[in-house]
Protein backbone atom coordinates (compact mmCIF):
# COMPACT_ATOMS: atom_id res chain seq x y z
CA UNK A 1 0.00 0.00 0.00
CA UNK A 2 1.17 3.35 -0.79
CA UNK A 3 1.46 6.14 1.46
CA UNK A 4 0.43 9.43 0.92
CA UNK A 5 3.02 11.90 -0.38
CA UNK A 6 3.21 14.65 2.04
CA UNK A 7 4.05 17.73 -0.36
CA UNK A 8 5.32 20.70 2.86
CA UNK A 9 6.85 22.88 0.69
CA UNK A 10 5.67 25.39 -1.57
CA UNK A 11 8.82 26.09 -4.28
CA UNK A 12 8.84 29.55 -6.06
CA UNK A 13 6.52 29.60 -9.40
CA UNK A 14 9.12 30.88 -11.53
CA UNK A 15 11.18 27.60 -10.71
CA UNK A 16 11.36 24.75 -13.50
CA UNK A 17 9.77 21.27 -12.75
CA UNK A 18 12.03 19.11 -10.86
CA UNK A 19 12.26 15.34 -12.02
CA UNK A 20 14.22 12.55 -11.10
CA UNK A 21 15.63 9.40 -12.86
CA UNK A 22 14.09 6.34 -11.37
CA UNK A 23 17.45 4.59 -11.53
CA UNK A 24 19.02 6.55 -9.23
CA UNK A 25 16.57 5.31 -6.24
CA UNK A 26 16.43 2.39 -4.08
CA UNK A 27 14.41 -0.50 -3.91
CA UNK A 28 10.91 -1.79 -6.54
CA UNK A 29 9.84 0.42 -9.06
CA UNK A 30 6.84 1.57 -6.55
CA UNK A 31 9.04 2.43 -4.13
CA UNK A 32 11.41 4.46 -6.03
CA UNK A 33 7.63 6.22 -7.35
CA UNK A 34 6.59 6.48 -3.94
CA UNK A 35 9.75 7.97 -2.75
CA UNK A 36 10.33 10.95 -5.44
CA UNK A 37 6.47 11.99 -5.08
CA UNK A 38 7.11 12.33 -1.40
CA UNK A 39 9.60 14.41 -1.58
CA UNK A 40 8.54 16.44 -3.91
CA UNK A 41 9.14 15.98 -7.52
CA UNK A 42 6.85 16.80 -9.79
CA UNK A 43 8.13 14.46 -12.72
CA UNK A 44 10.08 11.04 -13.17
CA UNK A 45 12.32 9.67 -16.19
CA UNK A 46 11.06 5.69 -16.54
CA UNK A 47 14.26 3.94 -16.51
CA UNK A 48 13.76 0.63 -19.16
CA UNK A 49 15.45 -1.66 -16.69
CA UNK A 50 12.68 -0.36 -13.71
CA UNK A 51 9.90 -1.14 -16.05
CA UNK A 52 11.14 -4.72 -17.17
CA UNK A 53 11.52 -5.69 -13.87
CA UNK A 54 8.28 -4.86 -12.34
CA UNK A 55 5.53 -6.89 -11.95
CA UNK A 56 2.77 -5.12 -13.85
CA UNK A 57 2.29 -3.30 -16.84
CA UNK A 58 3.12 0.21 -18.61
CA UNK A 59 -0.56 0.88 -17.50
CA UNK A 60 0.36 -0.18 -14.12
CA UNK A 61 2.98 2.56 -13.76
CA UNK A 62 0.67 4.92 -14.87
CA UNK A 63 -1.45 4.63 -12.44
CA UNK A 64 0.57 4.49 -9.85
CA UNK A 65 1.94 7.60 -11.27
CA UNK A 66 -1.43 9.66 -11.54
CA UNK A 67 -2.29 8.58 -8.15
CA UNK A 68 0.72 10.42 -7.12
CA UNK A 69 0.68 13.12 -8.89
CA UNK A 70 3.30 12.34 -10.66
CA UNK A 71 4.29 13.01 -14.82
CA UNK A 72 6.32 10.53 -16.42
CA UNK A 73 8.49 13.11 -18.24
CA UNK A 74 10.35 11.12 -20.15
CA UNK A 75 10.41 6.57 -21.22
CA UNK A 76 14.60 6.13 -21.67
CA UNK A 77 16.83 4.88 -22.78
CA UNK A 78 17.06 3.90 -26.76
CA UNK A 79 20.17 2.81 -27.66
CA UNK A 80 22.18 2.14 -30.65
CA UNK A 81 19.51 3.38 -32.91
CA UNK A 82 21.42 5.59 -35.16
CA UNK A 83 23.35 5.18 -38.57
CA UNK A 84 23.67 1.58 -38.70
CA UNK A 85 23.77 -0.77 -41.92
CA UNK A 86 21.23 -2.84 -43.20
CA UNK A 87 19.52 -5.19 -41.76
CA UNK A 88 20.24 -3.61 -38.13
CA UNK A 89 18.72 -0.25 -39.79
CA UNK A 90 14.95 -1.99 -40.52
CA UNK A 91 14.89 -3.31 -37.45
CA UNK A 92 15.90 -0.26 -35.06
CA UNK A 93 12.63 1.43 -36.98
CA UNK A 94 10.70 -1.80 -36.08
CA UNK A 95 12.35 -1.64 -32.55
CA UNK A 96 11.48 2.33 -32.20
CA UNK A 97 7.76 1.20 -33.26
CA UNK A 98 7.56 -0.98 -29.99
CA UNK A 99 9.03 1.61 -27.72
CA UNK A 100 6.03 3.70 -28.96
CA UNK A 101 3.67 1.39 -27.34
CA UNK A 102 5.17 1.44 -24.13
CA UNK A 103 5.08 4.95 -24.39
CA UNK A 104 2.20 5.26 -24.78
CA UNK A 105 0.92 2.82 -22.19
CA UNK A 106 2.80 5.01 -19.89
CA UNK A 107 1.37 7.92 -20.97
CA UNK A 108 4.34 10.00 -22.02
CA UNK A 109 5.70 11.87 -25.30
CA UNK A 110 9.08 11.71 -25.38
CA UNK A 111 11.98 8.92 -25.49
CA UNK A 112 15.79 9.59 -25.03
CA UNK A 113 17.69 8.17 -27.92
CA UNK A 114 21.47 8.33 -26.77
CA UNK A 115 24.19 8.15 -29.50
CA UNK A 116 25.22 5.05 -30.58
CA UNK A 117 28.12 2.77 -29.24
CA UNK A 118 27.90 -0.13 -31.14
CA UNK A 119 31.09 -1.07 -33.16
CA UNK A 120 28.76 -1.35 -36.40
CA UNK A 121 28.12 2.08 -36.29
CA UNK A 122 28.78 4.27 -39.44
CA UNK A 123 30.74 7.67 -39.11
CA UNK A 124 28.46 9.47 -41.20
CA UNK A 125 26.34 12.45 -39.97
CA UNK A 126 23.82 12.80 -42.66
CA UNK A 127 23.24 8.86 -42.24
CA UNK A 128 22.69 9.63 -38.51
CA UNK A 129 20.30 12.65 -38.98
CA UNK A 130 18.22 10.72 -42.02
CA UNK A 131 17.52 7.63 -39.50
CA UNK A 132 16.37 10.01 -36.58
CA UNK A 133 14.53 12.35 -38.55
CA UNK A 134 12.67 8.74 -39.92
CA UNK A 135 12.09 7.78 -36.22
CA UNK A 136 10.83 11.38 -35.31
CA UNK A 137 8.52 11.20 -38.58
CA UNK A 138 7.19 7.64 -36.97
CA UNK A 139 6.52 9.38 -33.56
CA UNK A 140 4.65 12.19 -34.45
CA UNK A 141 2.63 9.95 -35.94
CA UNK A 142 1.68 9.32 -32.84
CA UNK A 143 1.68 12.61 -31.20
CA UNK A 144 5.15 11.60 -29.46
CA UNK A 145 8.97 13.22 -29.54
CA UNK A 146 12.23 11.63 -30.03
CA UNK A 147 15.05 13.55 -27.79
CA UNK A 148 18.91 12.78 -28.90
CA UNK A 149 21.31 12.66 -26.62
CA UNK A 150 25.59 12.33 -26.88
CA UNK A 151 26.88 10.27 -25.08
CA UNK A 152 30.14 10.87 -23.34
CA UNK A 153 31.46 6.97 -25.10
CA UNK A 154 29.55 6.81 -27.91
CA UNK A 155 31.52 5.87 -30.96
CA UNK A 156 31.49 8.89 -32.76
CA UNK A 157 28.73 11.22 -31.37
CA UNK A 158 30.41 12.24 -27.94
CA UNK A 159 29.84 15.73 -27.44
CA UNK A 160 26.44 17.66 -27.24
CA UNK A 161 27.52 19.96 -30.17
CA UNK A 162 27.67 17.11 -32.83
CA UNK A 163 24.49 15.57 -31.62
CA UNK A 164 22.99 19.33 -32.22
CA UNK A 165 24.87 19.38 -35.36
CA UNK A 166 22.34 16.02 -36.26
CA UNK A 167 19.48 17.28 -35.25
CA UNK A 168 19.45 20.69 -36.89
CA UNK A 169 20.39 18.47 -39.76
CA UNK A 170 17.55 16.00 -39.32
CA UNK A 171 15.21 19.25 -39.24
CA UNK A 172 12.33 17.40 -38.11
CA UNK A 173 10.00 19.29 -35.52
CA UNK A 174 9.31 15.73 -33.46
CA UNK A 175 12.91 15.51 -32.75
CA UNK A 176 14.99 17.79 -30.42
CA UNK A 177 18.24 17.90 -28.14
CA UNK A 178 18.57 16.09 -24.75
CA UNK A 179 21.58 17.56 -23.02
CA UNK A 180 23.63 16.14 -19.74
CA UNK A 181 25.72 18.14 -17.35
CA UNK A 182 27.57 14.57 -16.86
CA UNK A 183 28.34 13.62 -20.37
CA UNK A 184 29.87 17.66 -21.78
CA UNK A 185 31.61 17.61 -18.03
CA UNK A 186 33.48 14.83 -17.72
CA UNK A 187 34.53 15.39 -21.63
CA UNK A 188 36.14 18.97 -20.27
CA UNK A 189 33.84 20.09 -23.19
CA UNK A 190 32.51 23.66 -22.69
CA UNK A 191 28.62 24.11 -22.49
CA UNK A 192 28.13 27.97 -22.82
CA UNK A 193 27.03 27.22 -26.69
CA UNK A 194 23.72 25.31 -25.05
CA UNK A 195 22.61 28.95 -24.18
CA UNK A 196 21.89 29.60 -27.83
CA UNK A 197 20.23 26.47 -28.65
CA UNK A 198 16.76 27.54 -29.57
CA UNK A 199 14.64 26.79 -26.12
CA UNK A 200 11.64 24.87 -28.21
CA UNK A 201 14.77 22.48 -29.62
CA UNK A 202 15.79 21.62 -26.07
CA UNK A 203 13.35 18.52 -25.12
CA UNK A 204 14.86 17.86 -22.02
CA UNK A 205 18.09 18.81 -19.56
CA UNK A 206 19.30 16.31 -17.40
CA UNK A 207 21.93 16.69 -14.53
CA UNK A 208 25.09 15.22 -12.66
CA UNK A 209 27.80 15.90 -10.84
CA UNK A 210 30.68 13.41 -9.91
CA UNK A 211 33.80 13.26 -8.08
CA UNK A 212 36.99 14.23 -9.82
CA UNK A 213 38.28 10.44 -10.78
CA UNK A 214 40.78 8.99 -12.99
CA UNK A 215 38.43 6.53 -14.11
CA UNK A 216 37.37 5.48 -17.95
CA UNK A 217 34.63 7.94 -18.78
CA UNK A 218 31.95 4.96 -18.50
CA UNK A 219 32.77 3.55 -15.39
CA UNK A 220 33.13 6.89 -13.90
CA UNK A 221 29.38 7.08 -15.00
CA UNK A 222 27.86 3.76 -13.88
CA UNK A 223 28.98 3.79 -10.49
CA UNK A 224 29.86 7.31 -9.64
CA UNK A 225 28.08 10.15 -10.85
CA UNK A 226 26.01 12.40 -7.79
CA UNK A 227 23.94 15.54 -7.48
CA UNK A 228 24.52 18.96 -8.43
CA UNK A 229 26.82 20.38 -5.34
CA UNK A 230 28.24 16.85 -4.37
CA UNK A 231 30.70 16.73 -6.57
CA UNK A 232 33.71 18.86 -8.23
CA UNK A 233 32.06 19.46 -11.71
CA UNK A 234 30.85 22.85 -12.81
CA UNK A 235 27.29 22.22 -12.87
CA UNK A 236 26.62 25.21 -12.27
CA UNK A 237 28.07 26.70 -15.39
CA UNK A 238 26.61 24.18 -17.18
CA UNK A 239 22.97 25.09 -15.68
CA UNK A 240 23.15 28.86 -16.27
CA UNK A 241 23.98 28.19 -20.40
CA UNK A 242 20.62 25.93 -20.13
CA UNK A 243 18.47 28.95 -18.24
CA UNK A 244 19.78 31.63 -20.64
CA UNK A 245 18.20 28.99 -23.51
CA UNK A 246 14.93 30.33 -22.45
CA UNK A 247 15.03 26.38 -21.69
CA UNK A 248 11.66 25.46 -19.76
CA UNK A 249 11.34 21.83 -19.28
CA UNK A 250 12.37 20.07 -16.65
CA UNK A 251 15.39 19.71 -15.10
CA UNK A 252 16.19 16.00 -14.41
CA UNK A 253 18.39 14.34 -12.14
CA UNK A 254 20.17 11.07 -13.99
CA UNK A 255 22.42 9.66 -11.40
CA UNK A 256 24.12 6.44 -11.12
CA UNK A 257 25.63 5.77 -7.78
CA UNK A 258 26.27 2.26 -5.71
CA UNK A 259 25.59 4.34 -2.58
CA UNK A 260 22.51 5.64 -3.58
CA UNK A 261 20.94 2.66 -4.84
CA UNK A 262 21.97 1.23 -1.99
CA UNK A 263 19.98 3.98 0.90
CA UNK A 264 16.99 4.59 1.66
CA UNK A 265 14.82 6.00 -1.40
CA UNK A 266 13.43 9.14 0.26
CA UNK A 267 16.98 10.21 1.98
CA UNK A 268 18.45 10.14 -2.05
CA UNK A 269 15.47 11.63 -3.35
CA UNK A 270 14.98 14.72 -0.64
CA UNK A 271 19.13 15.21 -1.56
CA UNK A 272 18.07 15.13 -5.08
CA UNK A 273 15.68 17.67 -4.81
CA UNK A 274 17.44 20.00 -2.79
CA UNK A 275 20.33 19.51 -4.95
CA UNK A 276 18.25 20.49 -8.14
CA UNK A 277 16.89 23.86 -5.65
CA UNK A 278 19.89 25.04 -4.30
CA UNK A 279 21.84 24.77 -8.25
CA UNK A 280 19.09 26.34 -10.03
CA UNK A 281 18.95 29.14 -7.38
CA UNK A 282 22.57 29.09 -7.56
CA UNK A 283 22.59 29.32 -11.74
CA UNK A 284 20.07 32.43 -11.26
CA UNK A 285 21.81 34.42 -9.11
CA UNK A 286 20.18 32.96 -6.19
CA UNK A 287 16.43 33.96 -7.46
CA UNK A 288 13.75 31.82 -5.28
CA UNK A 289 16.19 31.41 -2.65
CA UNK A 290 17.25 33.91 0.60
CA UNK A 291 21.31 33.97 1.00
CA UNK A 292 23.08 31.60 3.15
CA UNK A 293 24.03 33.03 6.36
CA UNK A 294 27.15 34.81 7.34
CA UNK A 295 28.42 32.56 10.57
CA UNK A 296 30.12 33.37 12.94
CA UNK A 297 31.20 29.79 15.17
CA UNK A 298 29.65 27.13 17.10
CA UNK A 299 27.98 29.44 20.43
CA UNK A 300 27.53 25.81 22.51
CA UNK A 301 27.20 22.14 21.54
CA UNK A 302 24.41 20.26 23.52
CA UNK A 303 24.58 16.97 24.95
CA UNK A 304 21.76 13.92 25.79
CA UNK A 305 22.72 12.19 29.04
CA UNK A 306 20.99 11.47 32.07
CA UNK A 307 21.61 12.32 35.78
CA UNK A 308 24.32 9.69 36.30
CA UNK A 309 25.94 9.91 32.64
CA UNK A 310 25.80 13.79 33.12
CA UNK A 311 27.87 13.90 36.38
CA UNK A 312 30.39 11.78 34.92
CA UNK A 313 30.43 14.10 32.14
CA UNK A 314 30.77 16.78 34.18
CA UNK A 315 33.43 15.60 36.24
CA UNK A 316 35.37 14.38 32.63
CA UNK A 317 35.24 18.31 31.26
CA UNK A 318 36.36 19.55 35.10
CA UNK A 319 39.30 17.95 33.95
CA UNK A 320 39.68 19.60 30.90
CA UNK A 321 39.07 23.00 33.16
CA UNK A 322 35.25 23.60 32.32
CA UNK A 323 33.33 25.00 35.60
CA UNK A 324 29.37 24.73 36.17
CA UNK A 325 28.35 27.94 34.78
CA UNK A 326 25.06 27.72 34.81
CA UNK A 327 21.85 25.74 35.55
CA UNK A 328 18.36 26.04 33.42
CA UNK A 329 15.84 27.87 35.02
CA UNK A 330 13.00 25.17 34.29
CA UNK A 331 14.72 22.08 33.17
CA UNK A 332 17.31 19.64 33.95
CA UNK A 333 20.15 21.18 32.20
CA UNK A 334 23.28 22.61 32.94
CA UNK A 335 25.62 25.00 31.32
CA UNK A 336 29.63 24.07 31.23
CA UNK A 337 31.97 26.86 30.05
CA UNK A 338 35.61 27.86 29.76
CA UNK A 339 36.58 30.81 27.43
CA UNK A 340 33.73 30.88 24.55
CA UNK A 341 33.50 27.41 25.08
CA UNK A 342 29.69 26.39 26.24
CA UNK A 343 29.06 22.93 26.55
CA UNK A 344 25.26 22.13 27.32
CA UNK A 345 24.82 18.86 29.45
CA UNK A 346 20.62 17.85 28.95
CA UNK A 347 19.28 15.59 31.08
CA UNK A 348 15.08 16.41 30.81
CA UNK A 349 12.99 13.90 31.03
CA UNK A 350 10.39 13.70 27.63
CA UNK A 351 12.62 16.20 25.84
CA UNK A 352 13.91 15.66 22.04
CA UNK A 353 17.33 15.28 24.19
CA UNK A 354 16.13 12.40 25.93
CA UNK A 355 14.85 10.60 23.03
CA UNK A 356 17.95 11.39 21.66
CA UNK A 357 19.76 9.53 24.43
CA UNK A 358 17.58 7.03 24.62
CA UNK A 359 18.36 6.11 21.04
CA UNK A 360 22.19 7.11 21.06
CA UNK A 361 23.40 6.52 24.75
CA UNK A 362 25.75 9.87 26.25
CA UNK A 363 26.17 11.95 22.85
CA UNK A 364 25.88 15.48 21.25
CA UNK A 365 22.23 16.15 20.71
CA UNK A 366 22.19 19.54 19.02
CA UNK A 367 24.41 22.17 18.22
CA UNK A 368 24.25 25.27 17.90
CA UNK A 369 25.95 27.74 14.81
CA UNK A 370 25.91 31.61 15.35
CA UNK A 371 23.98 32.76 12.42
CA UNK A 372 23.76 36.98 11.24
CA UNK A 373 20.14 36.34 10.80
CA UNK A 374 17.92 33.52 12.21
CA UNK A 375 14.65 34.04 10.17
CA UNK A 376 16.47 34.52 7.02
CA UNK A 377 18.18 30.85 8.00
CA UNK A 378 15.09 29.21 8.57
CA UNK A 379 13.23 30.15 5.09
CA UNK A 380 16.19 29.38 3.35
CA UNK A 381 16.45 25.84 5.31
CA UNK A 382 12.31 25.57 4.15
CA UNK A 383 13.36 25.95 0.38
CA UNK A 384 16.13 23.12 0.52
CA UNK A 385 13.65 20.92 2.45
CA UNK A 386 14.91 21.04 6.43
CA UNK A 387 11.76 22.01 8.21
CA UNK A 388 11.60 24.11 11.49
CA UNK A 389 11.96 21.87 14.67
CA UNK A 390 10.41 23.66 17.39
CA UNK A 391 11.10 22.54 20.99
CA UNK A 392 8.73 23.14 24.03
CA UNK A 393 10.18 26.45 26.19
CA UNK A 394 9.07 27.69 30.03
CA UNK A 395 7.50 31.05 30.12
CA UNK A 396 9.97 33.68 29.98
CA UNK A 397 12.09 31.80 28.02
CA UNK A 398 14.07 32.60 24.88
CA UNK A 399 12.34 30.12 21.96
CA UNK A 400 15.88 29.10 19.67
CA UNK A 401 15.08 28.02 16.17
CA UNK A 402 16.29 25.10 14.89
CA UNK A 403 16.54 22.30 11.90
CA UNK A 404 17.24 18.85 11.96
CA UNK A 405 20.90 17.95 10.35
CA UNK A 406 19.88 14.06 8.43
CA UNK A 407 21.10 12.28 11.42
CA UNK A 408 18.51 13.71 13.41
CA UNK A 409 21.16 16.23 15.36
CA UNK A 410 19.39 19.62 16.07
CA UNK A 411 21.13 22.79 14.81
CA UNK A 412 20.07 25.57 16.85
CA UNK A 413 20.64 29.21 14.94
CA UNK A 414 21.67 31.98 17.57
CA UNK A 415 21.62 35.73 16.09
CA UNK A 416 23.31 38.42 17.94
CA UNK A 417 21.63 39.80 20.71
CA UNK A 418 18.90 42.87 20.24
CA UNK A 419 18.13 42.74 23.56
CA UNK A 420 20.99 43.04 25.68
CA UNK A 421 20.15 40.24 27.30
CA UNK A 422 21.85 36.82 26.11
CA UNK A 423 19.37 33.74 25.53
CA UNK A 424 21.90 32.47 28.42
CA UNK A 425 20.84 35.09 30.98
CA UNK A 426 17.32 34.82 29.93
CA UNK A 427 16.84 30.96 30.16
CA UNK A 428 19.63 29.94 33.29
CA UNK A 429 20.91 31.12 36.28
CA UNK A 430 24.49 31.67 35.62
CA UNK A 431 27.22 31.16 38.13
CA UNK A 432 30.52 32.50 39.16
CA UNK A 433 33.49 30.75 37.30
CA UNK A 434 35.30 28.56 39.60
CA UNK A 435 37.84 26.05 39.51
CA UNK A 436 40.97 26.17 37.04
CA UNK A 437 40.14 27.22 33.17
CA UNK A 438 42.92 25.40 31.15
CA UNK A 439 42.98 28.63 28.24
CA UNK A 440 40.40 26.72 26.25
CA UNK A 441 39.05 29.76 23.96
CA UNK A 442 36.21 28.81 21.42
CA UNK A 443 35.53 25.84 19.28
CA UNK A 444 37.99 24.89 16.66
CA UNK A 445 35.72 22.44 14.77
CA UNK A 446 33.35 19.51 15.56
CA UNK A 447 33.97 16.17 13.63
CA UNK A 448 31.05 13.81 12.56
CA UNK A 449 30.98 10.32 12.51
CA UNK A 450 28.64 9.20 9.26
CA UNK A 451 27.95 5.55 8.07
CA UNK A 452 29.49 4.55 4.89
CA UNK A 453 28.34 5.70 2.06
CA UNK A 454 26.62 8.87 3.80
CA UNK A 455 29.25 11.34 3.07
CA UNK A 456 27.34 13.32 0.01
CA UNK A 457 23.86 13.57 2.08
CA UNK A 458 25.68 15.33 5.01
CA UNK A 459 28.39 17.35 2.13
CA UNK A 460 25.05 18.72 0.79
CA UNK A 461 22.86 19.86 3.83
CA UNK A 462 26.03 21.71 5.21
CA UNK A 463 26.68 23.27 2.35
CA UNK A 464 23.37 24.24 0.76
CA UNK A 465 21.80 25.17 4.16
CA UNK A 466 25.20 26.70 5.58
CA UNK A 467 27.33 27.77 2.67
CA UNK A 468 29.45 25.50 4.08
CA UNK A 469 32.68 25.23 1.72
CA UNK A 470 33.63 21.18 1.05
CA UNK A 471 37.83 20.67 1.18
CA UNK A 472 38.97 18.16 -0.91
CA UNK A 473 38.54 14.79 0.40
CA UNK A 474 41.27 12.77 2.11
CA UNK A 475 41.77 9.21 3.13
CA UNK A 476 43.76 8.63 6.52
CA UNK A 477 44.65 5.42 7.58
CA UNK A 478 43.54 3.65 10.89
CA UNK A 479 45.15 0.78 11.88
CA UNK A 480 41.63 -1.12 11.12
CA UNK A 481 40.46 0.32 7.89
CA UNK A 482 40.64 3.18 5.89
CA UNK A 483 38.60 6.93 6.52
CA UNK A 484 37.76 9.19 4.40
CA UNK A 485 37.16 12.67 5.81
CA UNK A 486 36.23 15.66 4.14
CA UNK A 487 36.26 19.31 5.71
CA UNK A 488 33.56 21.99 5.19
CA UNK A 489 34.29 25.38 6.09
CA UNK A 490 32.67 28.34 6.31
CA UNK A 491 34.01 31.47 3.91
CA UNK A 492 35.37 32.76 7.03
CA UNK A 493 36.23 30.15 8.74
CA UNK A 494 34.52 30.42 12.02
CA UNK A 495 32.55 27.32 11.22
CA UNK A 496 34.44 24.19 10.66
CA UNK A 497 33.15 20.79 10.54
CA UNK A 498 34.82 17.84 9.50
CA UNK A 499 32.84 14.22 8.02
CA UNK A 500 34.54 11.55 8.65
CA UNK A 501 33.41 7.72 7.32
CA UNK A 502 34.66 4.11 6.91
CA UNK A 503 33.47 1.34 4.90
CA UNK A 504 34.90 -0.66 7.70
CA UNK A 505 33.37 -1.20 11.35
CA UNK A 506 36.32 -1.38 13.12
CA UNK A 507 38.05 1.51 12.01
CA UNK A 508 37.45 4.50 14.92
CA UNK A 509 35.07 5.96 12.77
CA UNK A 510 33.17 2.86 11.95
CA UNK A 511 33.41 1.73 15.76
CA UNK A 512 32.07 5.10 16.98
CA UNK A 513 29.05 4.83 13.86
CA UNK A 514 28.23 1.19 15.43
CA UNK A 515 27.83 1.82 18.84
CA UNK A 516 26.00 5.23 18.53
CA UNK A 517 23.47 3.78 15.31
CA UNK A 518 24.18 6.69 13.49
CA UNK A 519 25.86 9.58 12.35
CA UNK A 520 26.78 11.80 15.16
CA UNK A 521 29.87 13.86 16.64
CA UNK A 522 32.54 11.95 17.27
CA UNK A 523 35.03 14.48 18.33
CA UNK A 524 35.03 17.98 19.40
CA UNK A 525 38.52 20.24 18.60
CA UNK A 526 38.95 23.02 21.25
CA UNK A 527 41.20 26.24 20.52
CA UNK A 528 43.73 27.32 22.90
CA UNK A 529 46.46 30.22 22.33
CA UNK A 530 48.83 28.39 24.88
CA UNK A 531 48.81 24.92 24.03
CA UNK A 532 51.95 23.86 26.33
CA UNK A 533 49.90 25.74 29.51
CA UNK A 534 47.09 23.76 28.26
CA UNK A 535 48.59 20.68 28.72
CA UNK A 536 50.10 21.27 31.76
CA UNK A 537 46.54 22.55 33.35
CA UNK A 538 45.24 18.49 31.74
CA UNK A 539 47.48 17.10 33.52
CA UNK A 540 47.59 19.16 36.96
CA UNK A 541 43.64 17.76 36.58
CA UNK A 542 44.27 14.63 35.81
CA UNK A 543 42.47 14.88 32.72
CA UNK A 544 42.04 11.22 30.85
CA UNK A 545 44.74 12.15 28.10
CA UNK A 546 45.30 9.49 24.75
CA UNK A 547 49.31 8.35 25.15
CA UNK A 548 51.23 9.03 21.95
CA UNK A 549 54.30 6.38 21.01
CA UNK A 550 57.73 7.08 21.49
CA UNK A 551 58.11 6.26 17.96
CA UNK A 552 56.04 9.39 16.89
CA UNK A 553 58.82 11.68 17.95
CA UNK A 554 61.19 10.37 16.33
CA UNK A 555 60.14 11.37 13.10
CA UNK A 556 58.62 14.33 14.00
CA UNK A 557 62.36 15.70 14.61
CA UNK A 558 64.04 13.68 11.41
CA UNK A 559 61.05 15.53 9.75
CA UNK A 560 61.06 18.93 10.63
CA UNK A 561 63.97 19.12 12.33
CA UNK A 562 62.69 20.56 15.27
CA UNK A 563 64.88 22.08 18.20
CA UNK A 564 65.65 20.10 21.02
CA UNK A 565 62.71 22.79 23.49
CA UNK A 566 60.33 22.17 20.94
CA UNK A 567 60.51 18.31 20.61
CA UNK A 568 60.59 18.17 24.78
CA UNK A 569 57.52 19.58 24.80
CA UNK A 570 55.97 17.79 22.39
CA UNK A 571 57.22 14.52 23.76
CA UNK A 572 56.46 15.46 27.42
CA UNK A 573 53.22 16.52 27.28
CA UNK A 574 51.79 13.88 24.33
CA UNK A 575 51.30 16.82 21.85
CA UNK A 576 51.16 15.88 18.14
CA UNK A 577 52.37 18.57 15.45
CA UNK A 578 51.94 19.42 12.06
CA UNK A 579 53.15 21.96 9.68
CA UNK A 580 51.92 23.63 6.46
CA UNK A 581 55.33 26.39 5.16
CA UNK A 582 55.34 28.35 8.16
CA UNK A 583 52.51 27.66 10.04
CA UNK A 584 51.78 25.10 12.56
CA UNK A 585 49.40 23.28 14.16
CA UNK A 586 50.06 21.59 18.01
CA UNK A 587 47.24 19.02 19.00
CA UNK A 588 46.34 16.94 22.20
CA UNK A 589 43.97 14.73 22.79
CA UNK A 590 41.69 13.15 25.45
CA UNK A 591 40.54 9.72 25.62
CA UNK A 592 37.16 8.64 24.78
CA UNK A 593 33.90 9.72 27.33
CA UNK A 594 32.24 6.34 27.81
CA UNK A 595 34.48 4.56 24.28
CA UNK A 596 32.27 7.34 22.42
CA UNK A 597 33.42 10.85 21.91
CA UNK A 598 36.37 12.60 22.74
CA UNK A 599 37.65 16.09 22.86
CA UNK A 600 41.34 17.50 21.17
CA UNK A 601 43.10 20.76 22.23
CA UNK A 602 44.54 22.64 19.43
CA UNK A 603 46.74 25.53 18.67
CA UNK A 604 47.00 26.81 15.08
CA UNK A 605 50.20 29.20 14.67
CA UNK A 606 50.88 31.56 11.53
CA UNK A 607 47.56 30.71 9.65
CA UNK A 608 47.22 26.88 9.82
CA UNK A 609 44.31 26.28 8.01
CA UNK A 610 44.21 22.31 8.22
CA UNK A 611 43.10 19.75 10.50
CA UNK A 612 46.32 17.88 11.39
CA UNK A 613 45.60 15.00 8.76
CA UNK A 614 48.91 13.49 8.70
CA UNK A 615 48.40 12.84 12.60
CA UNK A 616 44.84 10.99 12.03
CA UNK A 617 46.44 7.95 12.03
CA UNK A 618 48.21 8.02 15.42
CA UNK A 619 45.92 8.96 17.10
CA UNK A 620 43.48 6.48 15.62
CA UNK A 621 46.11 3.92 16.28
CA UNK A 622 46.82 4.79 19.92
CA UNK A 623 42.85 4.64 20.57
CA UNK A 624 42.67 1.32 19.51
CA UNK A 625 45.46 0.17 21.97
CA UNK A 626 43.16 1.72 24.80
CA UNK A 627 39.89 0.42 23.50
CA UNK A 628 40.60 -2.36 21.13
CA UNK A 629 37.63 -2.93 18.62
CA UNK A 630 35.43 -6.16 19.92
CA UNK A 631 36.45 -8.95 17.48
CA UNK A 632 32.64 -9.20 15.59
CA UNK A 633 33.58 -5.85 14.22
CA UNK A 634 36.58 -7.29 12.42
MG1 LIG B 1 21.78 11.14 -19.84
MG1 LIG C 1 30.13 20.86 -8.26
Known amino acids: MLSEPQRTVVRPSNTLRKCIATVALSGTLPDKLEAAAAVGFDGVEIMESDLLTFDGSPADVRRICEGLGLAIDIY ?8 MPEPQRARNMDRAERKFDVMQALGTDLVLVCSNTHPATINDDSRAAADLAEMAERAARRGLRVGYEGLSWARHVTLWGHAWRIV ?22 DPSGIAQVPAEKLFFVQMADAPKLSLDVLSWSRHFRNFPGQGDLDVIGFMRAVLASGYTGPLSLEVFNDDFRAAPARLVARDGLRSLILTEAEASGGAGLPAAP ?82 RTLDRARAL ?152 MFEALHAPLLAVPVNYYDDLSARWGLDDA ?30 RFFFEAVQRRAGYAGFGAVNASVRAAAQARQHPPATDLL
Open 385 to 536: LCPEWQEPVGAGERRIPAVRAPDGTLVYLVQPETSGRTFWEDDFELLPAGGEPANLTEIDHVVLALPAGRMTTYLLFWRAVFGLVPQPQLDTPDPYGLVQSRALLSPNAKVRLVLNASESRATATGRFVSAYAGAGVHHVALSTPDIVRTAE
Open 294 to 375: TLGGVEFLEFAVDETAGQALASFLRTLGFHHAGRHRSKSVDLYRQGGVNLVLNAEQDSAAAEHFQLHGSSVCAMAIRVDDAT
Open 566 to 595: ALTALQRHGLLYDRDGESEFWQIYTDAFHD
Open 76 to 83: QPFRDFEA
Open 168 to 189: QQAAHPALGLIVDSFHTLSLGD
